[in-house]
Protein backbone atom coordinates (compact mmCIF):
# COMPACT_ATOMS: atom_id res chain seq x y z
CA UNK A 1 0.00 0.00 0.00
CA UNK A 2 2.17 3.20 -0.92
CA UNK A 3 0.19 6.24 -2.10
CA UNK A 4 2.25 9.32 -2.29
CA UNK A 5 -0.47 11.12 -2.17
CA UNK A 6 -0.33 11.16 1.59
CA UNK A 7 2.73 13.03 1.83
CA UNK A 8 2.90 16.55 3.07
CA UNK A 9 4.30 18.44 0.10
CA UNK A 10 8.21 18.70 -0.16
CA UNK A 11 10.43 21.25 0.96
CA UNK A 12 14.42 21.73 0.85
CA UNK A 13 15.93 20.70 4.04
CA UNK A 14 17.74 23.13 5.97
CA UNK A 15 21.39 22.48 6.57
CA UNK A 16 21.28 24.47 9.70
CA UNK A 17 17.92 22.48 11.50
CA UNK A 18 19.76 19.29 9.94
CA UNK A 19 23.13 19.76 11.77
CA UNK A 20 21.77 20.67 15.03
CA UNK A 21 19.51 16.92 14.89
CA UNK A 22 22.27 15.21 13.87
CA UNK A 23 24.46 16.99 17.01
CA UNK A 24 21.42 15.56 19.37
CA UNK A 25 21.51 12.09 17.89
CA UNK A 26 25.07 12.09 18.07
CA UNK A 27 25.31 12.75 21.95
CA UNK A 28 22.81 9.71 22.54
CA UNK A 29 20.03 9.08 25.24
CA UNK A 30 17.69 10.94 23.18
CA UNK A 31 13.65 10.25 23.60
CA UNK A 32 11.72 9.82 20.55
CA UNK A 33 7.90 10.42 20.03
CA UNK A 34 6.97 9.87 16.78
CA UNK A 35 3.34 10.55 15.30
CA UNK A 36 1.36 9.89 12.28
CA UNK A 37 3.67 11.84 9.83
CA UNK A 38 5.71 8.92 10.17
CA UNK A 39 3.70 6.28 8.45
CA UNK A 40 2.20 8.67 5.55
CA UNK A 41 4.83 7.33 2.91
CA UNK A 42 3.57 3.88 4.06
CA UNK A 43 0.25 4.85 2.72
CA UNK A 44 -1.57 5.99 5.93
CA UNK A 45 -2.59 9.29 5.76
CA UNK A 46 -2.35 11.44 8.70
CA UNK A 47 -4.95 13.45 10.84
CA UNK A 48 -3.95 17.03 10.02
CA UNK A 49 -1.35 17.70 7.28
CA UNK A 50 1.08 20.29 7.10
CA UNK A 51 -1.62 23.15 6.83
CA UNK A 52 -2.91 22.05 10.74
CA UNK A 53 -6.21 21.52 9.90
CA UNK A 54 -8.35 18.21 10.84
CA UNK A 55 -8.97 16.35 7.85
CA UNK A 56 -11.01 13.32 9.26
CA UNK A 57 -13.32 13.16 12.09
CA UNK A 58 -12.19 10.47 13.70
CA UNK A 59 -14.51 7.93 15.71
CA UNK A 60 -15.78 8.81 19.17
CA UNK A 61 -15.24 6.66 21.77
CA UNK A 62 -19.02 7.51 23.24
CA UNK A 63 -20.52 6.68 20.31
CA UNK A 64 -18.50 3.38 20.15
CA UNK A 65 -20.01 2.87 23.66
CA UNK A 66 -23.82 4.03 23.46
CA UNK A 67 -25.35 1.26 21.23
CA UNK A 68 -24.63 -1.71 18.62
CA UNK A 69 -25.58 1.20 15.46
CA UNK A 70 -22.32 2.70 16.56
CA UNK A 71 -20.38 -0.28 17.09
CA UNK A 72 -21.84 -1.41 13.63
CA UNK A 73 -20.56 1.85 11.62
CA UNK A 74 -17.27 1.20 13.32
CA UNK A 75 -16.75 -2.27 12.35
CA UNK A 76 -18.12 -2.31 8.83
CA UNK A 77 -15.96 0.71 7.99
CA UNK A 78 -13.15 -0.72 10.14
CA UNK A 79 -13.58 -4.31 8.33
CA UNK A 80 -13.48 -2.78 4.77
CA UNK A 81 -10.21 -1.11 5.01
CA UNK A 82 -8.44 -3.48 7.32
CA UNK A 83 -6.49 -5.60 4.44
CA UNK A 84 -4.87 -2.51 2.68
CA UNK A 85 -4.09 -0.75 5.86
CA UNK A 86 -2.66 -4.41 7.33
CA UNK A 87 -0.79 -4.42 3.92
CA UNK A 88 1.27 -1.34 5.09
CA UNK A 89 4.60 -1.97 5.14
CA UNK A 90 7.75 0.48 7.07
CA UNK A 91 9.57 3.05 5.67
CA UNK A 92 12.43 4.64 5.40
CA UNK A 93 12.24 6.26 8.38
CA UNK A 94 10.75 3.31 10.71
CA UNK A 95 13.92 1.55 10.01
CA UNK A 96 15.98 4.79 10.47
CA UNK A 97 14.12 4.88 14.25
CA UNK A 98 14.61 1.17 14.48
CA UNK A 99 18.68 1.61 13.80
CA UNK A 100 19.29 4.11 16.48
CA UNK A 101 17.26 2.14 19.37
CA UNK A 102 19.35 -0.93 18.19
CA UNK A 103 22.35 1.05 18.56
CA UNK A 104 21.68 2.01 21.67
CA UNK A 105 20.98 5.97 20.59
CA UNK A 106 17.70 5.91 22.62
CA UNK A 107 16.34 6.23 25.77
CA UNK A 108 13.23 5.02 24.62
CA UNK A 109 10.87 5.04 21.72
CA UNK A 110 6.95 6.23 22.54
CA UNK A 111 4.41 6.41 20.00
CA UNK A 112 1.27 8.12 18.89
CA UNK A 113 0.13 5.47 15.93
CA UNK A 114 -1.89 2.26 16.13
CA UNK A 115 -0.55 0.23 12.75
CA UNK A 116 2.26 -1.30 14.18
CA UNK A 117 5.11 -0.17 11.90
CA UNK A 118 8.02 0.65 14.04
CA UNK A 119 7.85 -3.05 15.68
CA UNK A 120 7.76 -4.03 11.90
CA UNK A 121 11.07 -2.54 11.27
CA UNK A 122 12.41 -4.10 14.17
CA UNK A 123 12.23 -1.49 16.85
CA UNK A 124 11.62 -2.69 20.50
CA UNK A 125 10.28 -1.77 23.21
CA UNK A 126 7.83 0.82 21.40
CA UNK A 127 5.62 2.35 24.22
CA UNK A 128 2.33 2.35 22.31
CA UNK A 129 0.83 5.63 23.78
CA UNK A 130 -3.10 5.05 21.77
CA UNK A 131 -2.50 1.11 21.62
CA UNK A 132 -2.54 -0.76 18.74
CA UNK A 133 -5.28 -1.57 16.06
CA UNK A 134 -4.30 -5.55 15.73
CA UNK A 135 -5.43 -6.05 19.02
CA UNK A 136 -9.29 -6.51 19.62
CA UNK A 137 -10.32 -6.33 23.31
CA UNK A 138 -14.00 -7.66 24.96
CA UNK A 139 -15.04 -4.06 26.99
CA UNK A 140 -16.92 -6.93 29.53
CA UNK A 141 -15.05 -9.53 29.94
CA UNK A 142 -11.37 -8.25 29.03
CA UNK A 143 -10.22 -11.02 27.00
CA UNK A 144 -8.05 -10.36 24.13
CA UNK A 145 -8.04 -11.45 20.60
CA UNK A 146 -5.84 -10.71 17.48
CA UNK A 147 -7.64 -8.99 14.79
CA UNK A 148 -6.90 -11.40 12.38
CA UNK A 149 -8.87 -13.36 13.90
CA UNK A 150 -12.03 -11.05 14.77
CA UNK A 151 -11.48 -10.64 11.17
CA UNK A 152 -11.67 -13.87 10.23
CA UNK A 153 -15.27 -14.03 12.46
CA UNK A 154 -16.42 -10.94 10.54
CA UNK A 155 -15.98 -13.03 7.40
CA UNK A 156 -17.81 -15.92 8.04
CA UNK A 157 -20.44 -13.77 9.44
CA UNK A 158 -20.96 -11.55 6.54
CA UNK A 159 -20.45 -13.93 3.52
CA UNK A 160 -22.13 -11.61 0.87
CA UNK A 161 -21.24 -8.20 2.02
CA UNK A 162 -18.38 -6.80 0.36
CA UNK A 163 -17.08 -3.22 -0.27
CA UNK A 164 -14.15 -2.35 -2.91
CA UNK A 165 -12.66 0.97 -1.68
CA UNK A 166 -8.96 2.28 -3.11
CA UNK A 167 -9.15 5.20 -0.38
CA UNK A 168 -8.06 4.00 3.41
CA UNK A 169 -8.47 6.78 5.69
CA UNK A 170 -5.80 7.33 8.94
CA UNK A 171 -7.65 5.18 11.55
CA UNK A 172 -7.65 2.22 8.86
CA UNK A 173 -11.26 2.39 7.70
CA UNK A 174 -13.25 3.76 5.22
CA UNK A 175 -16.55 5.55 4.03
CA UNK A 176 -19.41 3.50 3.64
CA UNK A 177 -22.79 4.46 2.25
CA UNK A 178 -25.80 3.90 5.46
CA UNK A 179 -27.28 0.87 3.92
CA UNK A 180 -24.03 -0.89 3.88
CA UNK A 181 -23.50 -0.15 7.29
CA UNK A 182 -27.12 -1.14 8.68
CA UNK A 183 -26.48 -4.80 6.28
CA UNK A 184 -23.04 -5.45 8.39
CA UNK A 185 -23.49 -8.20 10.90
CA UNK A 186 -21.49 -7.40 14.21
CA UNK A 187 -19.87 -10.89 16.03
CA UNK A 188 -19.70 -11.21 19.88
CA UNK A 189 -17.12 -12.23 22.25
CA UNK A 190 -16.72 -15.79 21.77
CA UNK A 191 -16.01 -15.95 26.03
CA UNK A 192 -18.84 -14.07 27.37
CA UNK A 193 -21.04 -13.23 24.15
CA UNK A 194 -20.60 -9.87 24.67
CA UNK A 195 -21.12 -7.26 21.20
CA UNK A 196 -18.64 -4.88 22.86
CA UNK A 197 -15.63 -5.95 20.96
CA UNK A 198 -13.10 -2.45 20.77
CA UNK A 199 -10.18 -2.28 18.50
CA UNK A 200 -7.41 -1.99 21.62
CA UNK A 201 -6.72 1.44 20.85
CA UNK A 202 -7.62 4.71 22.48
CA UNK A 203 -10.58 6.75 20.51
CA UNK A 204 -11.28 10.34 20.46
CA UNK A 205 -12.54 11.00 24.11
CA UNK A 206 -11.01 8.06 25.57
CA UNK A 207 -8.16 8.00 28.03
CA UNK A 208 -3.96 6.92 27.59
CA UNK A 209 -3.18 4.26 30.54
CA UNK A 210 -2.05 5.76 33.28
CA UNK A 211 0.94 3.35 33.64
CA UNK A 212 2.10 4.18 29.78
CA UNK A 213 1.93 7.74 30.44
CA UNK A 214 4.31 7.58 33.61
CA UNK A 215 6.58 5.01 31.72
CA UNK A 216 6.80 7.41 28.62
CA UNK A 217 7.35 10.49 31.10
CA UNK A 218 9.83 8.49 32.67
CA UNK A 219 11.66 8.02 29.24
CA UNK A 220 11.85 11.56 28.86
CA UNK A 221 13.33 12.48 32.12
CA UNK A 222 16.15 10.42 31.50
CA UNK A 223 16.97 11.74 28.30
CA UNK A 224 19.48 14.30 27.20
CA UNK A 225 17.32 15.24 24.23
CA UNK A 226 13.29 15.26 22.98
CA UNK A 227 12.79 14.60 19.26
CA UNK A 228 9.18 14.83 18.48
CA UNK A 229 8.93 13.26 13.96
CA UNK A 230 6.13 13.46 11.96
CA UNK A 231 3.51 14.80 14.77
CA UNK A 232 1.35 18.17 14.52
CA UNK A 233 1.05 17.82 18.66
CA UNK A 234 -2.21 18.63 18.63
CA UNK A 235 -3.28 15.70 20.62
CA UNK A 236 -2.17 16.48 24.23
CA UNK A 237 -1.63 13.02 24.74
CA UNK A 238 1.87 13.69 23.09
CA UNK A 239 2.14 17.27 23.45
CA UNK A 240 2.04 16.75 27.08
CA UNK A 241 6.08 15.04 26.69
CA UNK A 242 7.09 18.01 25.34
CA UNK A 243 5.99 20.35 27.90
CA UNK A 244 7.49 18.07 30.51
CA UNK A 245 11.10 18.01 28.55
CA UNK A 246 10.84 22.10 28.27
CA UNK A 247 9.84 22.53 32.28
CA UNK A 248 13.01 20.37 32.38
CA UNK A 249 15.34 22.71 30.60
CA UNK A 250 15.79 19.23 27.63
CA UNK A 251 15.86 20.64 24.75
CA UNK A 252 13.53 19.68 22.19
CA UNK A 253 13.56 19.09 18.56
CA UNK A 254 10.91 18.86 15.92
CA UNK A 255 11.55 17.01 12.73
CA UNK A 256 7.58 17.54 10.95
CA UNK A 257 6.23 19.34 7.92
CA UNK A 258 4.13 22.34 9.44
CA UNK A 259 4.13 23.92 12.69
CA UNK A 260 3.39 22.14 15.30
CA UNK A 261 1.37 23.21 18.77
CA UNK A 262 4.96 22.81 20.61
CA UNK A 263 6.51 25.94 18.57
CA UNK A 264 7.50 27.50 21.78
CA UNK A 265 9.03 24.81 23.45
CA UNK A 266 10.78 23.66 20.36
CA UNK A 267 13.99 24.69 20.09
CA UNK A 268 14.73 23.60 16.85
CA UNK A 269 12.61 22.29 14.33
CA UNK A 270 13.00 21.12 11.01
CA UNK A 271 10.28 21.73 8.69
CA UNK A 272 11.07 18.22 6.30
CA UNK A 273 9.99 15.18 5.07
CA UNK A 274 11.11 12.44 7.04
CA UNK A 275 12.07 10.48 4.21
CA UNK A 276 14.31 13.30 3.17
CA UNK A 277 16.27 12.88 6.57
CA UNK A 278 16.01 10.36 8.48
CA UNK A 279 17.60 8.23 5.87
CA UNK A 280 20.87 10.80 5.64
CA UNK A 281 21.02 11.28 9.40
CA UNK A 282 21.17 7.65 9.80
CA UNK A 283 24.23 7.66 7.34
CA UNK A 284 26.23 10.55 8.98
CA UNK A 285 25.54 8.72 12.42
CA UNK A 286 27.24 5.62 11.01
CA UNK A 287 30.09 7.22 9.51
CA UNK A 288 30.06 9.62 13.00
CA UNK A 289 30.56 6.26 14.31
CA UNK A 290 33.16 4.27 12.58
CA UNK A 291 36.94 4.38 13.39
CA UNK A 292 39.01 7.08 11.38
N1 LIG B 1 -0.47 5.77 11.39
C1 LIG B 1 -1.25 5.84 12.47
O1 LIG B 1 -1.24 4.96 13.34
C2 LIG B 1 -2.13 7.05 12.62
C3 LIG B 1 -2.54 7.78 11.50
C4 LIG B 1 -3.35 8.92 11.71
C5 LIG B 1 -3.72 9.31 12.99
N2 LIG B 1 -3.30 8.57 14.05
C6 LIG B 1 -3.69 9.03 15.41
O2 LIG B 1 -4.06 10.38 15.28
C7 LIG B 1 -3.52 11.24 16.25
C8 LIG B 1 -2.91 12.39 15.47
O3 LIG B 1 -1.83 13.06 16.03
P1 LIG B 1 -0.42 13.13 15.28
O4 LIG B 1 0.24 14.35 15.80
O5 LIG B 1 0.23 11.83 15.38
O6 LIG B 1 -0.79 13.32 13.75
P2 LIG B 1 -1.32 14.58 12.94
O7 LIG B 1 -2.04 14.02 11.74
O8 LIG B 1 -2.04 15.55 13.78
O9 LIG B 1 0.02 15.30 12.45
C9 LIG B 1 0.91 14.71 11.54
C10 LIG B 1 2.01 15.71 11.24
O10 LIG B 1 3.03 15.08 10.49
C11 LIG B 1 3.34 15.88 9.36
N3 LIG B 1 3.77 14.94 8.32
C12 LIG B 1 3.02 14.09 7.58
N4 LIG B 1 3.79 13.32 6.79
C13 LIG B 1 5.08 13.70 7.04
C14 LIG B 1 6.31 13.28 6.53
N5 LIG B 1 6.40 12.28 5.62
N6 LIG B 1 7.44 13.88 6.98
C15 LIG B 1 7.37 14.89 7.90
N7 LIG B 1 6.21 15.34 8.43
C16 LIG B 1 5.07 14.74 8.00
C17 LIG B 1 2.09 16.64 9.03
O11 LIG B 1 2.38 17.83 8.32
C18 LIG B 1 1.51 16.91 10.43
O12 LIG B 1 2.10 18.07 10.99
C19 LIG B 1 -2.60 10.40 17.05
O13 LIG B 1 -3.15 10.35 18.31
C20 LIG B 1 -2.62 9.00 16.42
O14 LIG B 1 -3.02 8.03 17.36
C21 LIG B 1 -2.52 7.46 13.89
ZN1 LIG C 1 -16.05 -11.05 26.60
Known amino acids: MTDVTTLPPRTPVDQGGYAAVLDLLRGGEVAVLTGAGMSTASGIPDYRGSDGRRRVQPMQYAEFLADAAGRRRYWSRAYAGWERFAAARPNVAHEAVADWQLSGLLTGLITQNVDGLHQAAGAAPVIELHGSLDRVVCLDCSACFPREQV????????????????????????????????????????????????????????????????????????????????????????????????????????????GTRGDEQTDVHLDALLGDVLPSLADDLTRGAAPP
Open 151 to 258: HAWLAHANPTWSVHSEEVRPDGDVLLPAEQVERFVLVSCPVCRSDRLKPDVVFFGGAVSRELVDQAYAVVERARALLVLGSSLQVMSGYRFVRRAAALGIPVAVVTRG
